[in-house]
């Protein structure tokens, strides 16, 4: 069975554009969680969407949005894009949300903004 | 807020050894769930070991085990005969029982020496 998969691998965009990350979790999956890993920390959560509807959102400014299709998929999408949003952005599905299930990550999106 | 430290940021184990990773943690509440991810250089994050904080038998993945002490609020990680596919970066993570969403501490980098 596929993984989690996520699209692109890499991207390079300038300060003030608006990206959109894509992420397909593994089938039978219907929470998807979202993650932002700086480089040489750990990652930070972002959001999760369960059932189509945002279960949490972390830490971040309004500038970050998301939003869960009815396949399950999922986009992360950021505007006005700062240096300091260059990290790996990581996606993560489960069957449910909670502890119980375990997150299975994916490869991950590098962002790089000049 | 919970916050996970992991105090070691390198470790550096010759083939065939044993390695230890700490952890430690800070919550209020009484069940949750505790996990070692491990992400190699190619960067896609595997889950190594989870637990569960009501169980107090240690879990063991192979030749990975943690010391679970709950009292103590630590979570090590033992990686027993170590291989040269164990290099990458571990990161020691929690989740409370109700919750959605895992806190990262900020990595240890292990190196396996052929």
């Known amino acids: 069975d596929a993984g989690v998969t996520q699209s692109p691998t890499h991207l390079i965009k300038t300060r003030g554009q608006h990206v959109t990350l894509r992420c397909s979790p593994i089938?039978?999956?219907?929470?998807v969680s979202w993650y932002q890993q700086v480089l040489g920390q750990g990652p930070q959560f972002i959001f999760q969407?369960?059932?189509?509807?945002?279960?949490g959102r972390g830490n971040f400014p309004d500038r970050f949005s998301a939003r869960q299709f009815p396949n399950y998929s999922s986009e992360l999408n950021v505007n006005a894009l700062l240096l300091g949003d260059s990290a790996l952005y990581l996606c993560?599905?489960?069957?449910?949300?909670?502890?119980?299930?375990?997150?299975?990550f994916g490869p991950g999106t590098r962002l790089t903004v000049l | 807020a919970q916050t996970v430290t992991q105090s070691q940021p390198e470790m550096s184990v010759q083939e065939a050894e044993t390695v230890t990773l700490s952890c430690t943690y800070d919550t209020s509440e009484n069940n949750y769930y505790l996990f070692w991810y491990k992400q190699p250089p190619s960067r896609q994050m595997i889950l190594v070991i989870r637990?569960?904080?009501?169980?107090?038998q240690n879990a063991t993945e192979n030749r990975f085990s943690v010391n679970f002490q709950k009292a103590a609020k630590s979570f090590s990680l033992k990686i027993s005969d170590s291989q040269l596919g164990d290099t990458a970066m571990y990161f020691c993570?929690?989740?409370?029982?109700?919750?959605?969403?895992?806190?990262f501490g900020a990595g240890t980098t292990v190196t396996v020496r052929a």
């Open positions: 637990q569960e904080a009501y169980k107090q």
């Open positions: 993570a929690f989740m409370n029982y109700n919750d959605y969403k895992l806190s």
């Open positions: 993560a599905s489960s069957l449910r949300t909670g502890g119980t299930d375990t997150q299975y």
């Open positions: 969407y369960y059932e189509k509807e945002e279960r």
């Open positions: 089938s039978g999956h219907k929470s």
